[in-house]
């Protein structure tokens, strides 16, 4: 009897292990993809509130002509960084956080779709890049090209992403520990 009763033991742990590992790992990918889903909606934001600041020139171009209202882009080395890009003239403005760094970003996509992916710099930081296109319409008729260019730094993100990991791995434990010894 207590060679079955072992196995049945075993049987139930491997079968415990097994299914709070795929619930935890199901748990850490919805985390991994929500949050990678605000810091997308916070760089729209971020786009948005750039273009609010901007005003065409007498020469039909649209120029930046306040800081935008997040104080970290006047930071250099603040890890949120901006540009704003002309097909015609190239970058007309970039924030003063981009001072000293060397961002890559994508200048290609539809008109009025942001593009949002991960670039990685030489120094290993991982940003989260958003290009968003635009074609304005000058005040002569005109459509001009441009790209409101965002980046964040993943740091945030990296320790939210684990914190979460380490309370859902604690958590996990002591359920899987205390079902084991309700056994």
Avoid: C, H
């Amino acid at each position: 009897m207590p060679s079955l009763k072992r196995r049945l033991t075993v049987a139930a742990t491997v079968t415990l292990v097994v299914a709070l590992g795929s619930t935890a790992a199901v748990l850490d990918s919805a985390f991994r993809n929500t949050s990678r889903t605000f810091i997308q909606e916070r760089l729209q934001a971020q786009a948005y509130a750039i273009l609010a600041v901007t005003e065409e020139n007498a020469d039909g171009e649209l120029r930046v002509v306040e800081t935008p209202p997040d104080p970290r882009m006047a930071t250099p080395g603040s890890g949120l960084y901006a540009r704003f890009f002309s097909d015609l003239q190239g970058a007309l403005w970039s924030s003063p956080s981009l001072l000293g760094e060397q961002v890559e970003f994508r200048q290609d996509g539809t008109p009025g779709v942001p593009s949002f992916s991960e670039y990685q710099l030489d120094s290993g930081r991982l940003l989260f890049t958003l290009s968003f296109p635009i074609v304005w319409e000058t005040s002569n008729g005109q459509q001009r090209r441009y790209v409101v260019q965002l980046a964040e730094a993943s740091d945030v993100y990296t320790a939210q992403l684990n914190a979460f990991r380490q309370r859902l791995f604690v958590w996990f434990a002591l359920a899987a520990l205390a079902t084991i010894a309700a056994q």
